[in-house]
């Protein structure tokens, strides 16, 4: 946008550009009579379009449109349906709604337990046709937790999850409380099982580089996770929302992460979203998987 001369810009989505390049791109407007054109679906409102175009949209002499899905004509009631079954909590609100909404309060208020089920409603032959991954969250200091997920092509199912707190009463016994990455290792082969059918595949944290590392080291196939927090989250948040994600009564550990969730309020006043980094190891785990590995057709199907 730097040197050009520009009578109009148009934005599409302006709320997922940067201030910087949206306001480079308005300063290069100088032809009289420039026009701009901005279309988005909201996010939170503090967001500094909102801030600073809309609610200035008086003194900006703008023109303020609100749309809704129903205000699109070429969609039918299936899709419009089918477009509603696809976000949950503060997704639901900007995107079906329109509404600039904070993000706050829990994160998945979605999870419930008809998302839980045990080993005897695990669906008979899972194992043998379903494809396996494990999720790792990686800790020295903090929780290293792995998952062990089944993934049908619907639904995924996490069936089993491994947890090392180095500051829990079981680390506090043991004469090693702080694990390497060696034992770390040792710990997910035997989580994983060292049958050439068990084998499978690793996401990662991409920042445990010494751990990734070391698992390339043994001959496992690892996958560096996509660690992208607030689109993994609206992920994660879609597939509870329509039941494709289960988890065995037995992580009991995600099971109460899940529960306690929360969007960071602090954040929120200085304009940010993000989770409360605290009781998010098993969340973190299982949205590196879903932002990872499922593609953008399964989410929206």
């Known amino acids: 946008m730097q040197g050009i001369t520009a009578a109009g810009t148009f934005f599409d989505e302006v709320a997922l ?27 939170g409102p503090m967001h500094w379009f909102k801030l600073n175009w809309i609610d200035k949209c008086r003194k900006k002499k703008l023109l303020y449109l609100h749309f809704t899905m129903d205000d699109n004509l070429s969609l039918s009631e299936e ?99 702080q694990r390497t990455d060696s034992q770390y290792a040792d710990d997910m082969a035997e989580f994983m099982g060292n049958r050439p059918e068990e084998q499978c595949e690793i996401i990662v944290d991409p920042s445990a580089a010494s751990f990734i590392t070391e698992l390339q080291g043994r001959g496992y196939y690892v996958k560096p996770a996509d660690n992208e927090v607030i689109d993994g989250i609206r992920i994660v948040s879609t597939l509870l929302a329509k039941r494709n994600i289960r988890i065995n009564r037995r992580c009991n550990g995600l099971i109460a992460e899940m529960q306690s969730y929360v969007w960071d309020d602090k954040a929120a006043e200085r304009g940010e979203e993000k989770p409360v980094k605290q009781q998010d190891h098993g969340p973190d785990a299982l949205r590196y998987y879903c932002k990872t590995k499922l593609p953008k057709w399964r989410i929206a199907s």
């Open 79 to 177: 899709i419009k349906a089918r477009y509603r079954g696809m976000y949950a909590g503060v997704f639901y609100l900007r995107y079906i709604k329109g509404l600039w909404k904070a993000a706050e309060g829990l994160t998945y208020t979605m999870f419930t337990d008809d998302d839980l089920y045990t080993d005897d409603q695990r669906p008979m032959g899972l194992k043998s046709t379903a494809i396996r991954s494990i999720a790792v969250d990686y800790g020295t200091t903090n929780p290293c937790v792995f998952l062990d997920i089944w993934d049908d092509g619907q639904t995924l199912w996490v069936d089993r999850e491994y947890r090392w707190d180095s500051r829990s009463e079981e680390a506090r016994r043991s004469p090693n409380p």
């Open 17 to 43: 550009m940067p201030e910087s390049f949206v306001n480079q791109a308005t300063g290069r407007c100088s032809v009289e009579g420039r026009k701009f054109w901005f279309n988005c679906n909201p996010a």
